[in-house]
Structure formats: structure tokens, C-alpha cells
């Protein structure tokens, strides 16, 4: 394997895991916080099963969790595409194929000359 496929694949995997682990540490922690916290039954003006929809820190957290997601997306779109995007050709064989090219169509040429 490259390097370039190696380290795509290590900066998809992070990608994963980070969006993983920030979901379970964040969203998931805040929703099992919020409802354990109303032992009296549910408002449905305020709460939506069990979860206070006013509390302070809904708001600070699922933006931050958006934001995080979306780096996390862009970091596996990233890993992914050095993972499957094949290697570029070297200069030496690039410059190789331009030359037998130009042969091939001065030969062409000559051929065509000499039928006229």
C-alpha cells in the first residue's frame, strides 16, 4: 500500500471514531441527563419524551455536535478519497508515452508523404 492510501485510511478511521465517540459523549450524556432529571411526568409544552427542550444546554451542545459531525464527514470524504484515488503516473514514464506518441505521428506522416 502507498503512503498517501495508508494515511487516507488512518485520517477516515479517526474520522469515525471522533464522530463516534463525541456523539456518545455529547448527545447521548445530554439526553440521559435531561431525562432522568423529571421525575414528575412529561410537559409536553416543554418536554419531548422527556427531554427538556429548553435547557441551556441543548442549545450549547447540538450545534457543537453538528459542527464536530461535519468536520468528521469531510475528514472520511477526505480519507476516502486518497484511499481509492490511484497513484499518479511519474514524470519519467509521462515524458516516455509523450515521445513514442510524437513517433508514432511523424511516422504517420511520413507514410502519408509518400502515398501523395
Do not use: H
Request: proline share 4%; net charge negative; hydrophobic share 55%.
Amino acid at each position: 500500500m502507498a503512503k498517501d492510501k495508508i494515511i487516507g485510511l488512518i485520517v477516515m478511521i479517526a474520522g469515525v471514531i471522533i464522530a463516534i465517540i463525541y456523539t456518545l459523549g455529547s448527545v447521548v450524556d445530554l439526553f440521559m441527563a435531561t431525562i432522568g432529571k423529571q421525575p414528575n411526568g412529561i410537559d409536553m409544552t416543554t418536554d419531548w419524551l422527556g427531554v427538556d427542550l429548553l435547557d441551556w444546554r441543548l442549545f450549547v451542545v447540538a450545534p457543537m455536535w453538528l459542527i464536530i459531525i461535519l468536520v468528521c464527514v469531510i475528514a472520511v470524504w477526505i480519507g476516502y478519497s486518497m484511499l481509492t484515488t490511484p497513484a499518479p503516473v511519474p514524470l519519467e514514464e509521462l515524458e516516455e508515452e509523450l515521445a513514442a506518441e510524437e513517433a508514432e505521428e511523424e511516422e504517420e506522416e511520413e507514410i502519408e508523404e509518400g502515398k501523395s
